[in-house]
């Protein structure tokens, strides 16, 4: 795996393009929890296995293979990186031949309107945020990636959507992301995850 020689290339294109091209496409990392650890979580907030879920930066994470081996059957996902989407593609075109994969930037998604009913980003955020030293006054550049993600996300979702965002970033650095004038007629929910060290399961509802 290759690692950035700072932490601001976790937020560069290139970054992810020369990580995924050094990889097979069995190799696999998965940021914070895997589907294991909160298997129970998601169960509970999508009961509905039919559910259609938008896995934002998906990466070569194996949670979107785990939840649809679980039963969730109706998965798109979708990666900056062109390099690791044609790998994925790779990896589940015997064993998951119907999971779709696209080349997308979840700041721009090209989706129509309405088209899932879940939107599930777990540590693609916190990428983009890398290139700030100061979590109280990120730059502006910062705020509106993040911004345009979560607004670009209910805009995708249907009118009684959820978007689950995955994170170690406590909720006085992350709410605002989350909450404003770009997520009207929305309701946030935190669940703290684990115990030594605490993520956070932010959940973001539409219509409430």
């Known amino acids: 795996m290759t690692l950035p020689q700072n932490n601001r290339e976790y937020g560069t294109q290139e970054y992810w393009n020369s990580r995924y091209s050094d990889a097979t496409p069995n190799d696999t990392f998965d940021w914070f929890k895997s589907y294991a650890d909160l298997a129970d979580d998601i169960r509970t907030l999508i009961p509905d296995k039919s559910a259609r879920i938008l896995m934002l930066g998906c990466g070569n994470s194996r949670f979107s293979e785990d939840m649809w081996d679980d039963g969730y059957k109706n998965i798109v996902n979708v990666d900056y990186s062109a390099v690791v989407i044609e790998k994925m593609q790779e990896r589940n075109s015997e064993t998951r031949p119907e999971m779709q994969w696209f080349e997308m930037d979840v700041r721009s998604l090209t989706f129509p309107d309405s088209s899932f009913d879940v939107a599930i980003d777990k540590g693609t955020m916190d990428a983009m945020m890398?290139?700030?030293?100061?979590?109280?006054?990120?730059?502006?550049?910062?705020?509106?990636?993040?911004?345009?993600?979560?607004?670009?996300v209910l805009r995708v979702l249907r009118t009684t959507g959820s978007f689950i965002y995955i994170t170690f970033g406590q909720p006085h650095f992350r709410k605002r992301f989350l909450m404003g004038e770009h997520a009207p007629n929305t309701k946030l929910e935190i669940k703290t995850l684990g115990e030594a060290f605490h993520y956070f399961m932010y959940v973001l509802r539409k219509g409430s």
């Open 130 to 152: 890398t290139s700030s030293t100061d979590v109280w006054n990120p730059p502006e550049q910062v705020v509106k990636d993040c911004v345009a993600e979560v607004s670009g």
